[in-house]
C-alpha cells in the first residue's frame, strides 16, 4: 500500500479541502477522514474508502459556534445552550437539517450532526475552508478509530489524499451524540463530555439512549471499534486470571492484559501490555493499545475496564463495542 502525503500545515491542508480532495486531520477526540460538506463527489469518495454504508450519516465540522444557524432550519434551545457552553468541544449536536445541506452528508436524514472540535490544528484547517468539513472518524468501516496520523496512514494507505498531523488526540474517544431535535435531549453515543456535565449546562434531564428498541444512529451497532483479537472485559483484576485460563484454554494465544494498573500474579505466558493509568489517560492510550494488541499477534486481550464514571461510560462503551465486534470471535 503506498503512502499519503503527510503535512503540518493546516491552511495547506484547507485549500486541499476546498479543491474537492480528501484529508484526514486530526481532533481532540480522534482523526476524522474530511471532505467539503457540500462537494457531493468528494463526500461519496469518503463512504468508497471507508467503506461505509451510504446512510449512514456524517459529522459535520465548523470552526465555530457562530456557524451552528447556517446549518439548521431551526436551533433548538437547548443545542443553543450546549454549544455556546461546550464548543469548541467534544460534543456533537443533531440538529433540523438546513434545506442545502445534502443527503449524502444526512443519508437522507431530516437532521443534521454538527461540532467545533477543540483543537488548534483542526480549527485553523477549518477557518481556512469556511464552509463545513464532513467526516466520519478515519478507519476503515467498524475498525479502531485512528488517535494519531500513524494509525490513518496505516489504515488508509494512499485511498486518502493528505494527512495533516497534529500529534496524537487529547481526548482518545470519539465525541458524545447528543440528538436535540426531541423534547427532551438524547445522549446517542456516549463520549468526550458525560451526561452530569451535559444536564449541568441544560439545568435540567438529558436522556440516555439505553440501546432498546432501533439504533437511533446509523453505525452505532453493538459491533465496532473492534481490533483482530478477541476482546474479553472484566471489572475487576480479581477477574482475569480465569479468564485467562478459559482463553488459553479454547486456543486463543498468545493472550494479553491491559488494565488500569501493573497487575501481579500473572502467568508468565501472559503479555501484559504497560499499564492504561487513571480514566482520562486509559481513554486517551485506548485505541493505540487495541492496535497494538493486534501489533504483537495476540490472539485475545483480557482488559480490566475503568468504573462507569465520566470519560469511564464511553470507555466502557467501546470496550463493549469491541468485544462483540473481535474478527476472531465466531460468528453468532
Ligand atoms: O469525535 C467524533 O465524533 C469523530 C471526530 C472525527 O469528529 N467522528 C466520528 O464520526 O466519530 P463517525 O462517523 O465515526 O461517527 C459518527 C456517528 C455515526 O454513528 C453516525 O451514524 C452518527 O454519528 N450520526 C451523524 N449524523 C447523524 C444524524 N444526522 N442522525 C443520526 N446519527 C448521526
Ligand atoms: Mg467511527
Redesign the pocket.
Known sequence: MSAPEVIDDPVAAGRALREGRLVAFPTETVYGLGALASDRRAVRRVFAVKGRPPDHPLIVHLPGVEHLERWSSRVPAAAAALAEALWPGPLTLLVPRAGDVIDEVTGGRTSVGLRVPDHRVALAMLAEVEGGVAA??A?RYGRV?PTTAAHVVADLGADVDLVLDGGPCEVGV?STIVDCTGEVPEVLRPGGIDLVRLEAVLGGPVRRWTGDGPARAPGMHAAHYAPSARVRVVDHPDEVPAVVAALAEDGREPVGVMAPMALAGLDPDVVELEPLGPPERFARVLYDRLRQADRLGLGSVVVVAPPATGIGIAVRDRLARAATGSRAQPPR
Do not use: A, D, Q
Open positions: 466520519p472518524s478507519n478509530s470519539e
